[in-house]
């Protein structure tokens, strides 16, 4: 039923006009207030591979400055890998069992109030109806007291032996992840938390940016939230110039936005491009899967893997346009590296073939092709899932793209702070 619906309001989406809040300019109260000093401190920690299981990942690992916020492959190689973005490379000394199975999203304007809703899948997001205020898929075990659920979502990838934890025996931090014991004393967490006390540096500077608070993982989340909400805000585009009157889009871009609004407002709605919701458009699975390991097939069933709902099946959350240019490859899985194929694949103006993909793969990591490309196997019943749209042709393509890099934010896109020269912990800083 809900499929239905979203089908006819893109089939009517021409003649809607567009929703209001998508021609409105973003200000500060779009945005939770910043703490500078812990934006700082959560600075040294994103850039800080203390906090993965063999001290060798950082989050900036996987969403550095110099690739969108991401790491610019199509599935990256987390715990196990050298290098840094598209040049990473699997570690033969120590390969990682497999690549991480979804693409790394962007971090632009996650510190703005709207986003009640992470992840590719949405497995995380604001419930006021439970204790902590926050869904997760631990349920009553996470812990409570975030700044915010951007806070609670930098608790998730540390524990991922395919991000930041390492695998079996290779660390603490991996032990008691595969044990099952993530919170507590003991737990995951607090392991990855006593080795931050451990640094004199980190003492001083929580001591100085969070007085009287415990230096657990939750001040920790709270720091790095602070630093993405404060070092990627993004609202200094020249199309946010427009918005405020400063100076209107022309030309071309101008006409991408014309048909923006009438084209994919629908979905990609409000000050961020984005309406949260989940929506199935036949973005092609490549890689393991989202699964879990013991299932034979990892076909990513997208949102009813959160749900259980047979309607969400296939369905990803609407990602904000900000800066999108730049945050390739494009798609949950990274199938599109070129991002005028993605918006005719998306359009449904024309299919999608492997070759498409910027994926190398990896001797030790990936199993073969038929690992690598799951489209084979899935690509009819994730085409027959998707939400039908009006097929684009070669100048509104042009036109959208225009459009698209007129969302690009310089202030942004280099970061307020930038990198790092080092980090207390005195581990490689990620360049």
């Given at each position: 039923?809900?499929?239905?619906r979203l ?6 989406a ?15 109260t779009?945005?939770?207030p910043?703490?500078v000093?812990e934006?700082?401190l ?18 900036a ?7 969108g ?14 290098g840094l ?13 497999r ?14 109030r ?9 497995r ?6 439970r204790p902590?205020?926050?869904r ?6 996470m ?9 609670a ?8 032996p ?9 660390n ?5 992840v595969?044990?099952?014991?993530i919170?507590?004393?003991g ?11 451990a640094?004199?540096e980190?003492?001083?500077a929580?001591?100085?940016?969070m007085?009287?608070r415990e ?19 993004s609202d ?5 110039a427009?918005?405020r ?10 006409e991408g936005?014309?048909l ?7 979905c990609h709605?409000?000050p961020f491009?984005?309406?949260h919701?989940f ?5 092609p699975q ?10 034979r ?5 997208g949102r009813?893997r959160?749900?259980?709902?047979p309607s969400?099946?296939?369905?990803f ?15 949950h899985?990274?199938?599109h ?13 024309s299919?999608w073939t492997p070759g498409?993909a910027v994926?190398?793969p990896f ?16 690509g ?6 998707r939400?039908p749209?009006?097929?684009?042709d ?7 793209l ?11 896109l ?9 980090v207390?912990s ?6």
């Open positions: 039923m809900r499929t239905a089908a006819l309001l893109c089939a009517l021409p003649a809607l006009a567009p929703p209001a809040s998508a021609e409105r300019a973003v200000t500060d779009d945005y939770r910043v703490d000093a934006a700082s959560g600075w040294l920690l994103f850039y800080d591979p203390i906090l993965s299981g063999n001290r060798e990942i950082a989050c690992t996987c969403h550095h400055p110099r690739f916020t991401g790491d610019g492959m199509a599935l990256g190689i987390g715990d196990g890998g050298t973005g598209p040049g990473r490379r699997a570690d033969p000394a120590n390969p990682p069992e690549r991480i199975p979804r693409n790394a999203p962007a971090l632009f304007n996650l510190g703005a709207e986003f009640a809703v992470l992840f590719h899948d949405g995380i997001e604001v419930d006021e109806a902590s205020g926050i997760t898929p631990l349920g009553a075990e812990e409570g007291g975030f700044a915010s659920l951007l806070s979502q930098t608790m998730f990838p540390v524990l991922s395919d991000e930041m934890a390492g695998h079996y025996s290779e603490e931090i991996a032990e008691a595969r044990r099952g014991v919170t507590g004393e737990g995951a967490w607090d392991l990855l938390a006593a080795r931050v006390r640094v004199p980190y003492e001083a929580f001591a100085e940016a007085p009287g230096v657990d993982f939750v001040a920790i989340s709270d720091a790095l939230a602070a630093f993405m909400a404060w070092e990627w805000r200094a585009s020249p199309y946010d427009h918005l009157g400063e100076r209107p889009l022309e030309g071309t871009a101008a936005l014309r923006f609004a009438a084209e994919c407002a629908a709605a409000g491009q984005t309406d919701a929506h199935a458009m036949g973005a490549i890689g393991p899967g989202k699964a879990a390991r013991f299932e097939h990892r076909r990513d069933d009813m959160v749900t259980g709902d969400d099946r296939f369905a959350r609407t990602p904000s346009l900000r800066n999108v240019t730049r945050t390739g490859p494009w798609g899985t990274g199938a590296g070129d991002l005028g194929a993605f918006l005719r694949h998306h359009s449904g103006a299919g498409e994926l190398v001797a030790g990591v990936d199993a073969g092709a038929g690992d690598l490309l799951g489209w084979a196997e899935d009819a019943a994730i085409e027959a899932a939400v749209v009006r097929p684009l070669e100048a509104e393509v042009e036109a959208l225009a459009f698209l890099a007129a969302l690009e934010d310089p202030v942004a280099a970061g307020r702070l930038g990198v790092p020269r080092r207390p005195g581990l490689p800083v990620p360049r």
